[in-house]
């Protein structure tokens, strides 16, 4: 009798889903896997997304197999041929010291690259998480966070930085908790926004009224909404890391002499351009500055593909 008096394709006890419930199933899983794969092309089409993955890709491989094709050993000291210009005997010319620039450009890459994807990924985790709780729970928890987020964006980061690594010491480690440090606050204000325009909508009140936990709630419901602008600020704190790294190397906070450094290089070899050896700071800005613009290309494209 309630056969007869269920509405036709409502889910029945004997059948929980419903007559077109497996092919609604099957649709509800496959769209999203869809939306990915058409973003996934757009994104390969897209001129600037390859220019910029072409460049970012030569200096990955720079920095993990550098050392093999390096035209010289970038510690070894020619003074003999010190302050040479660009030639075919070395390329990008030497340092004051000798040393091939070609090679230390190239074996530079290392340090650099694996200091900024390490902070900004150690800042992305932190600003998340904080972003998450600032913009679910609201209220005084909010208005507490806010303030302190808004007391360290007050101080400029290169000071905070100076702070960190004249206590802790400059090391690898502590430039990727200092620059991570210095990126959560920026990251978690992005993500408290987004998480307020998702705060309010259905499926977070349906969760609520089914008794899932806040935790729950914030990393299984909100977070994969908000991922696109997690992902878009990951790539703009990319592109500020390389800056910030470089910036504390040029200052002598960063990787330490005689270790290859675009940053250290610039700054030891400065002087140098008032005696025209343009070469030894030229071409270290130059792979700081292809590198900051490959990161950049990637992120315009990735903003545009998600944004369509």
């Keep these: 009798m309630t056969d007869f008096l269920a509405e036709p394709g409502a889910p029945s006890p004997a059948d929980p889903i419903g007559p077109l419930g497996p092919e609604a199933a099957a649709v509800a899983v496959t769209v999203p896997a869809m939306r990915g794969q058409t973003r996934w092309r757009l994104l390969l089409r897209r001129p600037t997304f390859g220019v910029g993955?072409?460049?970012?890709?030569?200096?990955?491989?720079?920095?993990?197999?550098?050392?093999?094709?390096?035209?010289?050993?970038?510690?070894?000291?020619?003074?003999?041929?010190?302050?040479?210009?660009?030639?075919?005997?070395?390329w990008f010319g030497t340092d004051p010291l000798g040393r091939d620039v070609l090679s230390r450009v190239i074996v530079g890459a290392r340090d650099i690259l694996v200091i900024t994807p390490l902070a900004t990924v150690l800042g992305t985790i932190l600003g998340t998480a904080l972003g998450l709780v600032m913009g679910y729970f609201g209220g005084a928890i909010d208005l507490i966070a806010g303030r302190l987020v808004e007391a360290v964006l007050a101080l400029p980061a290169v000071i905070i930085a100076f702070l960190?690594?004249?206590?802790?010491?400059?090391?690898?480690?502590?430039?990727?908790?200092?620059?991570?440090?210095?990126?959560?606050?920026?990251?978690?204000?992005?993500?408290?926004?987004?998480?307020?325009?998702?705060?309010?909508?259905?499926?977070?009140s349906s969760a609520r009224l089914l008794g899932e936990n806040p935790v729950r709630i914030m990393f299984g419901e909100i977070l994969p909404n908000v991922m696109p602008a997690i992902l878009v600020e990951f790539t703009v704190r990319l592109g500020y890391a390389v800056f910030t790294v470089a910036t504390l190397s040029f200052l002598g906070f960063g990787v330490q002499p005689p270790t290859p450094d675009w940053g250290a290089d610039i700054a030891a070899n400065y002087s140098g351009l008032l005696a025209g050896y343009w070469w030894q700071t030229l071409f270290p800005a130059l792979a700081i500055a292809s590198l900051v613009t490959s990161v950049n290309l990637i992120t315009d494209a990735i903003e545009q593909v998600l944004n369509a």
Excluded: C, M
Aim: proline fraction near 6%; aromatic fraction near 8%.
């Design 53 to 90: 993955a072409g460049i970012l890709l030569f200096w990955v491989v720079s920095a993990i197999f550098g050392h093999l094709f390096a035209p010289d050993n970038p510690l070894a000291q020619q003074l003999l041929s010190a302050n040479a210009a660009p030639s075919g005997s070395h």
């Design 164 to 204: 960190f690594i004249v206590a802790l010491g400059p090391s690898t480690t502590t430039l990727i908790i200092v620059i991570g440090l210095i990126f959560t606050p920026l990251i978690a204000r992005t993500v408290r926004a987004a998480v307020l325009t998702e705060r309010n909508l259905d499926y977070l």
